[in-house]
């Protein structure tokens, strides 16, 4: 049975494969759109409404980069805790459909796998599925991720 220790204070033995959870959503806006696009990714499609009606989308989309930052805001807000010890990687990076102004997009967790480390006892490996879906219940990013999480320490004790 999944346990039912909220995720920010899990440790990897509290995980397991299967599990799905649903956090958090954030609306996207034309001004968080525009900044994004200016400091980080300036194609006219991310900077310019008036310039984006004549691409290939027909108006304004975030970048992929920075829906990518909203997840990975959602899930430092929702889901990473003290046995976050950061990640050596992603095994896949997908942006599947554009996000426009307006839009409202939620995160969907997947565990897909626990590898114990082999060289380092303290910690493992908890491969997830991220998925940003938008109102319409697109998912309109999708990363694979490989967390490496602390272990309990056998004294610590599960907060309820």
């Known amino acids: 049975m999944p346990s039912d220790i909220p995720c920010p204070q899990r440790w990897f033995d509290d995980y397991e494969a299967g599990e799905r959870f649903t956090f958090g959503s954030t609306m996207i806006d034309e001004a968080e759109i525009i900044e994004f696009g200016r400091k980080f990714d300036p194609q006219p499609f991310h900077i310019d409404p ?63 796998e626990l590898r114990p480390s082999r060289s380092k006892p303290d910690r493992g490996i908890v491969k997830m599925a991220h998925e940003l879906v938008n109102q319409h219940g697109t998912t309109v990013v999708r990363s694979v991720a490989n967390m490496m999480i602390a272990r309990r320490l056998s004294e610590e004790k599960p907060a309820s």
Not at 79 to 96: A, F, I, K, N, V
Request: aromatic share 4%; hydrophobic share 45%.
């Open 50 to 112: 008036e310039a984006a009606r004549d691409t290939v989308y027909g108006r304004l989309i975030a970048s992929g980069w920075h829906t990518g930052s909203i997840m990975m805001r959602l899930l430092g807000e929702h889901l990473l805790g003290p046995s976050s010890m950061g990640s050596p990687g992603l095994d896949e990076l997908r942006w599947l459909a554009p996000v426009h102004p307006g839009d409202r997009l939620t995160l969907v967790v997947e565990v897909l």
